[in-house]
């Protein structure tokens, strides 16, 4: 039962222009929401979270948007760069420790 | 380095052998939580422990998996009896107590069950 569900397997972008990332959930229960950057044989490193009381969040050139009535996030790379190039997956939990993962969206930054 | 620290990195065992992962969670950290990624999955959560307790165990195999967080020393996950459908990697997160949803993974250890 995929609760977090990334739809875009992968994603290119070039250099300096906007990367979106979308992420859809189904469990109405679900209220903080997180995104992880992952490179290859190395573990999740957590990048920004929001609460479900808020509808974005913002750090440096990484934004989230939340869409509760949607169920539905994203996260916004501006300006995107070549060490953006990885593995993105977000998470959610309903207000406790489990967190539940999407199957992650890869991005390739271009020169 | 005060990450989260998994020993080994990477596991090759035989059908039938035992296998067994350790962390080191985050300094200040007493709440670990390990996870499993398939290939072309996301990670699915396994069990969460405090120091000598085991607080959910609901994503963990019935059979043949474990896991422990002692007073002393690292977290380990057990897995007996290994079969080929075990491979993965197998990664560990912590938390401070104020706030569980935030986790910090470590590098991961991979599985290959020959």
């Known amino acids: 039962d995929q609760q977090v569900k990334q739809n875009s397997p992968s994603l290119s972008v070039q250099e300096g222009r906007i990367s979106i990332l979308n992420c859809d959930y189904t469990?109405?229960?679900?209220?903080?929401f997180l995104w992880y950057k992952k490179y290859p044989a190395e573990g999740p490193t957590f990048l920004i979270s929001?609460?479900?009381?808020?509808d974005k969040n913002e750090d440096g050139r990484f934004t989230v948007f939340l869409n509760k009535s949607a169920k539905h996030l994203s996260l916004h790379i501006v300006p995107s760069q070549p060490g953006d190039s990885a593995v993105y997956f977000c998470?959610?939990?309903?207000?406790?420790?489990?967190?539940?993962f999407g199957a992650g969206t890869t991005v390739t930054v271009r020169a | 380095n005060a990450g989260v620290m998994q020993n080994p990195r990477h596991l090759v065992r035989r059908r039938g052998q035992e296998a067994r992962l350790r962390c080191s969670p985050m300094?200040?950290?007493?709440?670990v939580y390990w996870y499993r990624q398939l290939p072309e999955e996301g990670l699915k959560f396994m069990v969460y422990?405090?120091?000598?307790?085991?607080?959910?165990e609901s994503g963990m195999p019935k059979e043949r998996f474990s896991a422990e967080f002692p007073k002393e020393g690292p977290s380990i996950l057990r897995i007996q009896q290994v079969v080929r459908g075990d491979s993965a990697a197998y990664f560990c997160?912590?938390?401070?107590?104020?706030?569980?949803?935030?986790?910090?993974f470590g590098p991961g250890t991979r599985l290959l069950v020959l």
């Open positions: 998470a959610a939990s309903a207000n406790d420790y489990k967190l539940s």
């Open positions: 469990n109405s229960m679900f209220d903080y």
């Open positions: 300094k200040g950290h007493s709440h």
């Open positions: 422990l405090q120091k000598e307790n085991i607080i959910d």
């Open positions: 997160a912590s938390s401070p107590v104020e706030n569980q949803e935030t986790q910090y």
């Open positions: 929001i609460s479900s009381i808020k």
